[in-house]
């Protein structure tokens, strides 16, 4: 059976085996748990994606309950069915201690403690997923063949990826409390009755009043008892599920419901950056090849955000279906979405302050310097706090190692990268309001009372203002919300369209061009026009009542001189790129 216990004479005998630590030594497998409590999950292949899911949040546990541990005398270590070469790189993955990670490449423990089967079946139809599997099927298989691919050294080295594995709790000595055998390839154990079977216990007596404050640090240890303030911050800690709302009602219209808006009308405005790409190309399609590959950049970019938006809508909806309280778990396609929400904001900013660059003729404004300088800052800092969250344990980021091995790195994300997130926000909005600023007063210089070219300059103003508010607008409320009610996704939702926002407001900024050239050009039928008037330097003279005295009006037409003048009008505008402007006009002209 899958749970049944090895008696002492089994674990007399695998105790002689040897297993390999992470530098290839060998250690008797015996004395992992002869004088104290081990808690063994025996892993599948080194490759395994659920398996690594499982002792991420494994690791998450044990160091969150590294007191508890230590004062109860127990341990937990991972076997895996490979080689020991891989055990390095399965550490950085997982977050794992490397020197408390083993390989069994013979599969004598594994054989031995009656882990027989070999097989690639999933969970059966009818049967509910276990709860650490918070990747999708398709994407866990994926991931596996990448860390393959990306391992090229390692491969054959993972073991067979047929094995299965299980938990066992051992020791102190040849004795065993708890046996769990997989029947499938994802059947792991809940990690809740792994610390149950270790003999871990709560008490009633205190429960912990919200995800969104910090962990209660006041418990005490009575008989292997801790306080439920503790264990129910903590992901796994429930019988029925790894993940649970700790006592906090999910608002499922603030939240899936906030999620679900934002991806459709972030759809809608998708759409509509389509339809503005095809009337770019058709309008203009002498533009030069850089602002072409910016907008096929920005539309191909655009895709790729809307399909990740709906991606992580599937991962919410149909992956996670029933489990509410899953919402504060953060996707790796939602975190995705926000790099690319970030690289959008930098390439339209970065046109505009190029645009800013050319209009002032190359002047060292500090206003345009700072402008330009700050245009990339906020989509930095997107893409910053979007590694911080998917990095796991690597580097300086170590302390957040739990936010993609865990359903509540939500929780530490507002604990501990709150701040960057809001400060990319506000640097996206304060760069709106520079570039808006900086076009305004351009476009303001250039005009000219009485000038022919007024009113273009007035529609130019007008349409700064308006796609410059917008996108800073979308931004400041979004920001509003995360700081007001970060438990709520209103601001996520407003975050899908953000992006949308910007590439639209480039869009419509190069197809408006045409407009606004035939509104200049009604006024002259090519760009120097001239147009002639007839003007007369003399007051009329009042005459008698001649009325054939060849006069009209009062004028004598044989005395009069014509005046013409004629008026010339010219149009000076500035070429959208630099390298059209130093072959129009020379390398040096400002």
């Not at 590294?66 to 937990?76: G, L, M, R, T």
């Not at 906030?258 to 770019?280: E, P």
Request: glycine content about 8%.
């Amino acid at each position: 059976m899958s749970t049944s216990i090895p008696d002492t004479e089994t674990l007399s005998k695998l105790s002689h085996l040897e297993v390999f630590d992470a530098s290839g030594k060998k250690v008797r497998f015996g004395s992992l748990f002869e004088n104290q409590t081990v808690t063994v999950v025996f892993i599948r292949h080194f490759f395994c994606g659920n398996c690594q899911l499982y002792v991420s949040q494994l690791s998450s546990e044990f160091q969150k309950l590294s007191q508890v541990f230590k004062e109860a005398n127990v341990d937990i270590i991972a076997i895996g069915c490979g080689d020991w070469q891989p055990i390095e790189k399965y550490s950085d993955i997982t977050g794992f201690p490397s020197s408390k990670i083993f390989a069994d490449p013979s599969l004598g423990v594994f054989h031995g403690l009656g882990m027989d089967i070999q097989t690639l079946a999933r969970t059966p139809t009818g049967e509910k997923r276990a709860s650490y599997l918070t990747e999708g099927i398709i994407k866990g298989s994926l991931w596996s063949i990448w860390k393959g691919l990306k391992n090229p050294r390692l491969i054959g080295k993972q073991g067979n990826i047929a094995q299965l594995g299980g938990e066992f709790i051992l020791g102190p000595g040849n004795r065993c409390t708890f046996a769990h055998r997989m029947r499938h390839t994802e059947d792991h154990a809940e990690i809740s009755e792994l610390l149950e079977g270790a003999g871990l216990r709560w008490s009633e007596s205190k429960t912990f009043s919200g995800y969104d404050k910090p962990l209660q640090q006041d418990w005490t240890f009575s008989s292997l008892n801790i306080p439920r303030s503790i264990l129910s911050g903590c992901e796994c800690i429930n019988k029925a599920s790894n993940f649970h709302t700790a006592g906090v009602d999910v608002d499922i219209p603030k939240t899936f419901g906030a999620l679900l808006i934002g991806a459709v009308f972030a759809s809608f405005l998708s759409g509509g950056i389509t339809v503005q790409t095809l009337v770019y190309f058709k309008l203009y399609p002498s533009d030069g090849s850089n602002v072409k590959t910016l907008v096929i950049a920005l539309w191909l970019l655009d895709a790729c955000h809307t399909a990740l938006i709906w991606s992580s809508q599937w991962e919410y909806f149909i992956g996670l279906y029933g489990m509410a309280e899953k919402i504060d778990y953060i996707s790796t396609t939602l975190a995705l979405s926000i790099v690319i929400t970030g690289v959008l904001t930098f390439l339209v900013h970065s046109f505009f302050a190029h645009r800013i660059f050319l209009c002032m003729s190359y002047a060292h404004s500090s206003f345009n310097m700072l402008t330009v300088a700050l245009s990339p800052v906020c989509p930095l800092y997107d893409s910053e706090q979007t590694e911080m969250v998917s990095c796991g344990s690597s580097g300086r980021h170590r302390y957040l190692e739990t936010c993609f091995s865990d359903g509540y790195n939500g929780y530490y994300f507002r604990e501990h990268v709150r701040w960057l997130f809001t400060l990319g926000l506000a640097l996206s909005s304060a760069v709106d309001v520079l570039i808006t600023s900086s076009l305004f007063m351009l476009l303001r210089r250039s005009k000219m009372e009485g000038g022919s070219l007024d009113g273009v300059i007035d529609t130019l103003i007008l349409y700064t203002f308006e796609t410059g508010s917008v996108t800073c607008a979308a931004t400041i409320v979004s920001m509003i919300c995360w700081i007001s009610i970060p438990t709520q996704l209103i601001f996520m939702a407003l975050h899908f369209i953000i992006g949308k926002f910007y590439t639209m407001s480039l869009l419509v900024t190069l197809n408006t061009r045409r407009g606004l050239r035939d509104v200049q050009s009604r006024g002259s039928s090519s760009g120097r026009g001239r147009t002639a008037f007839v003007l007369d330097n003399r007051r009329p003279k009042r005459k008698s009542k001649d009325i054939g005295g060849g006069s009209d009006n009062g004028y004598d037409l044989g005395k009069v001189t014509e005046l013409q003048i004629n008026v010339e009008r010219s149009v000076q505008y500035t070429r959208d790129s630099y390298t059209e402007l130093t072959s129009a006009y020379g390398p040096n002209t400002p």
